[in-house]
């Protein structure tokens, strides 16, 4: 069989700076609506909420414990990519609220577009070997070693976190935020396959 094409760093770069901008947007358009989203971004989102923190130093902050994990498990690219994605990813969801601000947001709509938006940020991430750090470094390390797809792992750690929510939102946000964890869920888990993707 021959050799896997791999990305080039410039192709690394430009994705994680994809990746990390689309779900930082993601994340600023949810929670303009109210709304919440899943994994360590919804952990991040659901402290935000209850104490009136900024999201990004407290998803930041989160993610610090599960480097070490990234480290042992998947390496010091995958650890140094991650790192890097979650802090662009924090700064962009700081700079975006004085920049793009919205005037009416339909929730089922804001649900389905985040779903979409923020899923093709994390393929991009995924397939250039970096992720959101915390429950996403676990859900790949799982995959990788048990051929349990991320998307179902992280789909079940939202279910814990979208029940959690129940008592810091009103039911139905909390409805249409689940709307869109699983269209976040369903396009990693339908795209994200490496016997499919042959870059690394």
């Known amino acids: 069989m021959p050799d896997r094409p791999r990305h080039t760093r410039f192709e690394d ?3 994680i700076a994809f990746g990390a ?11 303009a609506a109210g709304l919440m989203t899943g994994q360590t971004a919804g952990f991040a989102v659901l402290i ?14 989160i993610n610090l414990p599960f480097y070490w994990l990234a480290w042992k498990r998947m390496g010091a690219g995958f650890t140094a990519k991650t790192f890097a994605a979650v802090g662009l990813m924090a700064a962009v969801t700081l700079a975006l609220p004085p920049l793009v601000v919205f005037d009416r947001l339909d929730p089922l709509a804001t649900a389905a577009i985040f779903g979409s938006i923020a899923g093709a940020g994390l393929l991009a991430l995924f397939r250039h070997g970096a992720s ?15 051929g349990l797809r991320a998307g ?8 814990v976190l979208f029940a959690a929510a ?13 709307a869109r964890a699983v269209v976040l869920n369903l396009v990693i888990a339908v795209n994200h396959r490496r016997d499919r993707y042959v870059a690394t």
């Open 13 to 15: 770069a430009q994705d």
């Open 21 to 31: 901008l689309m779900c930082g947007f993601g994340v600023h358009l949810l929670t």
């Open 48 to 61: 935000a909420y209850a104490t009136g923190w900024t999201f990004g130093p407290v998803f930041v902050a």
């Open 132 to 146: 959101l750090g915390g429950v996403g470094i676990v859900a790949l390390w799982l995959q990788d070693r048990t």
């Open 152 to 159: 179902w792992l992280q789909l079940g750690f939202d279910a």
């Open 166 to 178: 129940l008592f810091l939102l009103p039911p139905v946000l909390v409805l249409w935020s689940l």
